[in-house]
């Protein structure tokens, strides 16, 4: 069996999206862990970055990481999830995004109003590295705003390719997300915080995490943060962990909520430029 102190984070691929099916179709059979859950083995893409096969939709997979063994769960690995992005625009891009619900509803996975811990260097990585590959491609890579399930107890975050209204996925936008998902790692380096303000899109937060030193946990829009709930600002601030402060995408953003009970309001350029 692998080492379980080391194991950083886990791929789970759903057989249901074509993305995901798409970039694991890349990695072949990565030997097995010697984990099995549900019958499935656990397999070792790298010894610190494992690959689990579900069957179902991943955003309707709450509570997933309960399934895990203790000796793997008590590791609090992160999971990451390769994904089809669907937009009503259509837009060919790449994205990245932390997991919950803001809001009172959950119709895309999820449970209303509760959110899973973020992963904000490895969401950073992620991000900048899928940007620098995007770019040969005609890609834009973008962070999203914190949206749709599954529930987790664990960090987690979508990886995703928006391919339009094209039939599959890109083979060289799957070549760059097989080559992205094993190699992702913390900057200790970048300055993290929880994100408000801005469209669902996020191409403030985006530009600053491409730019300078940040690492943007939970992203609530400015729509979300419209009247939300003092409960749901709060735990976007705890889950965003080790956040120094709030970083408003404009200062009147943090004015929505009493945000300065949990945290300074930050500045755009407090984070030196990459």
Known sequence: MGSLIGIRYIIVVAASDPVAQGVAERWGTPPPTG?????????????DVWLWRRPGPHIRDNGLDARLPDSVRTARPTFVFPSIHRST???????????????????????????????????????RKLAEGGRSLGMPATCEATHHGPALEVPGFFMEIGYGSRQAPPPAALDLLAATLPTLSEDPADRIALA??????????SQLVLERRWAVGH???RHSIEGIAPAIARRAWELTPAAEGILPARVADYSEADWSSMGPRLKDGDAPRR
Request: aromatic fraction near 4%; charge should be negative.
């Open 35 to 47: 984990v099995h859950v549900d019958g499935a083995a656990l397999r070792a893409i790298s010894p």
């Open 196 to 205: 408000i303000g801005g469209g669902h899109y996020a191409p403030h937060f």
């Open 89 to 127: 625009s259509g837009t060919e891009c790449l994205t990245v995004h932390p997991l919950g619900n803001v809001g009172p509803t959950a119709e895309v996975g999820g449970y209303p109003a509760t959110l899973t811990p973020a992963s904000p260097r490895l969401m950073a990585d992620a991000l």
């Open 219 to 221: 992203i609530l829009s």
